[in-house]
């Protein structure tokens, strides 16, 4: 499993000591437990190089990838960068016309938009419930042109939802940041449902 957590691997390495990272799973306290395949990932100027941490939970004896915020699993570019392109595409542009933007392959691309848009129902349902409990005052997001569109609309909005409650803690994430975070990474991932992380245990761990 993943579990997400700050860019500074040294704050990663004091909160795994006193115990303050819990499993996603069960709740229990996460024990430093070796690292995990260190890569670099792709930014929009240069390179990110991240060695994640691997955590082990004492109560039920899981393993967990303690996945830097920016990045999303089994994705070689960082969160933001995806993102955009996922915005781009809302705004009606293609996968070839947001790689040249992005620098990034044309297949590359196209295989996020598929992902997204194959999922895009559920992740548009999760992000807008959370978005509506988080902040119940919020006007509504307005529809888009595409399930795919509705799907980015509603991340922008709850992202915007949790800054505006948890705003001291999250200076510095951006919207597609926080939207890893709240997945664990796994925004892009293979597996459904999309079932969204606790809030509170999230900005403990963020």
Do not use: K, Y
């Amino acid at each position: 499993m993943m579990l997400t957590v700050e860019v500074d691997v040294d704050r990663v390495e004091v909160r795994l000591r006193a115990g303050l990272l819990v499993c996603p799973g069960c709740g229990g306290i996460l024990s430093g437990w070796g690292f995990a395949r260190e890569r670099w990932l792709r930014a929009a100027q240069g390179r990110v190089w991240v060695r994640p941490r691997r955590g082990r939970c004492g109560g039920c004896a899981r393993t967990h990838v303690l996945l830097p915020v920016v990045a999303l699993a089994r994705r070689a570019d960082v969160a933001t960068v995806i993102g955009a392109g996922l915005e781009a595409r809302a705004a009606g542009r293609g996968h070839r016309w947001i790689a040249g933007v992005l620098g990034r392959p044309a297949a590359t691309v196209r295989g996020w938009l598929r992902r997204f848009a194959s999922r895009a129902e559920p992740i548009r349902a999760a992000f807008t419930s959370l978005a509506v409990r988080v902040d119940p005052d919020a006007a509504p997001a307005e529809a888009a042109s595409s399930p795919l569109g509705d799907a980015v609309v509603a991340v922008l909005a709850a992202a915007a939802a949790v800054g505006r409650r948890w705003g001291g803690s999250l200076l510095g994430l951006s919207a597609w940041q926080v939207a890893a975070a709240l997945t664990h990474g796994g925004l892009l991932a293979p597996w459904p449902p999309m079932e969204l992380t606790n809030t509170s245990r999230l900005w403990a761990g963020v």
